[in-house]
């Protein structure tokens, strides 16, 4: 890789100066909305990574926010999520006011409680004050706020040569308004109104003056309006509205899931943290539902992380596959355009909205520079098929399909070798567009970059099970021409693959193919997602999965990335040696696929041992490499995005991986393969899994050598089909 190449993916790196996931940070989302505090529910400017704020359609509309009781910050007492993800809650109290002088409020006098949540494009705020005192007090409560419009590539750390113009603030006797006019054009407007209107008003601050008898309590309410453009002036519902419409939406998105229980507590924090992770990641679209990326770095569609995500999660929820799908689909690209990275057929990579996105300054308002999403996108389609039987959706979307399969055949495979390879063509794409997209993540054993086109071996596994699907899909569609084609690519592919992937000295598959057609002999957690897909010869599965569990791969804690015996293996590294959970996860469902259950388990109770020492039992997009030590969780990785959907997705994908568990909708079946649980799991149940046009709810027992399975309740023609 050229200097200038390196320098170019530099511009677009997460600068990191201290671990989001160990800051205290708080995270609400909403649709295109989410939020960053810290504990105190304040928003510093100067917090972790500036990356605290109020944040809609890719821009900060609010970067500070502090309370404070006569000029005074208050002492915490207990900050936390809800369960559900929706509310966001504070308790402190007084410190000693005023500080160092005759006392007249004694700290602990007065409680202050704050509740927070996202609905609408605004976020709403609940502040009572308690005086819980002897004597009536008089005090100063001050909110103060700004607003600095930055875009989110800018917080993550890009600088601009040039910015929009701010407004002056206007001021009403309930309201602040803050507003920026960027170079795109469009006005941005920060609509801050408090009920009751506060005493003092200024363009930064408002105060209340209080007075509070023995056991009296005052509230106030504040909503701070994100607006864009055209948008009409938001005249902001009441608190209480706002949070009854705010829950019912909620209660809307899971109604239909399936609910999982269990008899270990803390495995029942993981899966109601992860749930309610996912359906705060997911945003409603035109097309349906659709989950984002992560927050804060990623709260927009990317199509891979959207693909997989709904995938692991489609056992519970398959309404979220048919939203994906559906988005995927309305966004394909239909032409050529090399400053994308686009060709006919090609699934989207990222959507950016905000102001740089639209000047064009970042490259990623509609990018198409992934390899995998194309073949993945035909994997869920066929996956989501064979899980609800729903062939409608299949032939509305055959057309795009089709297309996905013929950009495989067309433009994939850059250089006619029968193995699909990215190259991009865009000057300021991405250099490597697999799932490990860093500038340094493909490189050869001695450490030198890869020259392209590559072909990773992870995605020649997609493509396997791309054909695999697609041929299946084309059956059902009466295409029976095409379904041989398909099947025979699979085949070559498959053969071929292990030709010319497999190191008998790695005891597992090169990472990549280079340019010149050599092989990257480095030992990675990409050859485990080679199982995922199937394209693995049965003889090499066993050599391959105790592979990725010696010491070298596996931490204690997961499958790293990449051997502590390569080169530029570096524990606290992007793609060289951490180790992401969701990359676990599907390494797992491979294991499972070849019947490997011990090594499903190992990872299974790797991981969630790691979620007992994460804050909210809560899983990271990714945390860092080192090996496991005695007392100590894992190390956190600086800017991991957290929540992050297909991380929030693991213990899905790992509870099916353990039972062995295919839900088969067209037949009304649920097939469970020589099931088995770690001994941290007595039991398990799963109700209201939906199979077809059924639906079915199951306890599952751990027994010394297998998993009895009980059907509790069924509704339609279910049946279960449980192989020792």
């Known amino acids: 890789m050229t200097k200038h190449a390196e320098d170019e993916e ?58 404070r009781l006569d000029g005074q910050p208050l002492p915490l007492l207990s900050s936390t999520i809800g369960d559900d993800n929706m509310m966001f809650v504070v308790d402190m109290m007084n410190p000693d006011l005023p500080p160092g002088g005759e006392l007249v409020v004694h700290h602990g006098t007065l409680h202050v409680s704050r509740e927070k949540f996202l609905w609408q494009a605004a976020c709403h705020e609940r502040l009572q004050i308690t005086n819980y005192g002897p004597h009536a007090v008089d005090v100063d409560l001050e909110v103060a706020f700004a607003a600095d419009f930055a875009d989110v590539f800018e917080v993550r750390g890009t600088r601009r040569d040039r910015r929009g113009a701010m407004h002056l603030p206007e001021l009403s006797d309930s309201s602040v308004v803050l507003a920026y006019t960027g170079l795109d054009g469009l006005v941005r407007r920060t609509r801050l109104c408090f009920d009751p209107a506060p005493e003092v008003r200024a363009p930064d601050r408002v105060l209340f003056r209080l007075h509070l008898a023995t056991k009296m309590t005052r509230e106030i309410r504040v909503a701070v309006a994100c607006e864009v453009g055209d948008d009409e002036p938001s005249e902001c519902p009441s608190f209480d509205l706002a949070l009854t419409q705010a829950a019912e939406v909620l209660r809307e998105f899971s109604c239909h899931d399936c609910t999982i229980d269990s008899s270990s507590e803390q495995f029942d924090d993981w899966i109601r943290r992860s749930l309610a992770d996912l359906r705060m990641m997911i945003t409603r679209t035109p097309s349906g539902l659709y989950p984002y990326a992560g927050v804060p770095w ?6 891979r992380d959207a693909i997989i995500t709904a995938l692991a999660a489609m056992w519970v929820s398959p309404d979220l596959a048919r939203g ?62 064979e899980h609800t039987g729903d062939g409608a959706t299949i032939a509305e979307l055959w057309p795009q399909i089709e297309r996905a399969l013929m950009w495989i055949e067309r433009y994939g495979d850059l250089d006619g ?25 493909v490189f050869h054993a001695d450490g030198s970059p890869a020259d392209g086109p590559i072909a990773l071996c992870e995605v020649q596994g997609y493509v396997y099970a791309a054909c695999e699907g697609g ?17 025979a690519r699979a085949e070559r592919l498959r053969a071929r693959f292990d030709e010319a992937f497999w190191c008998e000295e790695l005891e597992g598959y090169a990472l990549a193919l280079d340019g010149a057609k050599r092989p990257c002999r480095v030992r990675t957690s990409n050859a485990g997602q080679c199982l995922f897909s199937g394209i693995v010869l049965p003889e090499r599965a066993r050599r391959l999965a105790d592979r990725l569990l010696d010491d070298d791969m596996f931490s204690g804690w997961g499958i790293r990335t990449v051997s502590t015996r390569e080169r530029r293996y570096n524990p606290m590294s992007y793609h060289n040696g951490s180790i992401w959970p969701h990359d676990n996860a599907l390494i797992a469902l491979g294991l499972s696929r070849y019947n490997l259950k011990d090594h499903v388990l190992r990872v299974m109770q ?6 007992q020492f994460a804050e909210l039992s809560r899983l990271p997009e990714l945390f860092c490499g080192f090996p496991r030590r005695h007392g100590a969780g894992p190390t956190m990785y600086p800017v991991a995005c957290s929540p992050q959907a297909w991380a929030a997705t693991t213990p899905l994908l790992l509870l099916q991986a353990a039972l062995g568990m295919s839900v088969e909708g067209t037949e009304g079946r649920v097939r469970f393969l020589r099931s088995a649980l770690p001994p941290s799991l007595e039991k398990i149940s799963i109700r209201n899994l939906r199979v077809g046009a059924g639906n079915i709810d199951l306890a599952l027992h751990r027994h010394p050598e297998d998993v009895g399975i009980h059907i509790l309740g069924r509704r339609g023609p279910v049946e279960i089909v449980s192989v020792k």
């Open 10 to 67: 530099d511009r677009f790196q997460i600068l990191a100066t201290a671990s989001l996931t160990l800051s205290g940070a708080r995270v609400l989302k909403q649709g295109d909305t989410f939020a960053v505090f810290d504990r105190f529910g304040d928003i510093r400017p100067w917090g972790v990574l500036g990356a605290q704020g109020l944040y809609h359609d890719g821009a900060r509309f609010l970067s500070s926010l502090r309370l």
């Open 298 to 303: 990623f709260s927009t569609p990317f199509g």
């Open 324 to 385: 994906v799908l559906r988005f995927l689909a309305a966004s394909q690209a239909d032409r050529m355009d090399p400053a994308a990275d686009a060709e006919p057929g090609k699934i989207v990579h990222e959507i950016r909205s905000g102001e740089m996105a639209a000047l064009g300054e970042i490259p990623f308002r509609r990018y198409y520079g992934s390899v995998d999403a194309t073949p993945l996108f035909v994997v869920l389609a066929a996956a989501y098929h």
């Open 417 to 441: 070798d029968g193995f699909v390879e990215y190259g991009r063509r865009s000057e300021h794409g991405l250099v490597h567009q697999g799932w490990k997209d860093s500038h340094d993540a």
């Open 471 to 487: 041929a299946r899909l084309a059956e059902l569609l009466g295409d029976e021409g095409r379904a041989r084609i398909l099947r």
């Open 606 to 611: 790797a991981m969630f041992e790691a979620t």
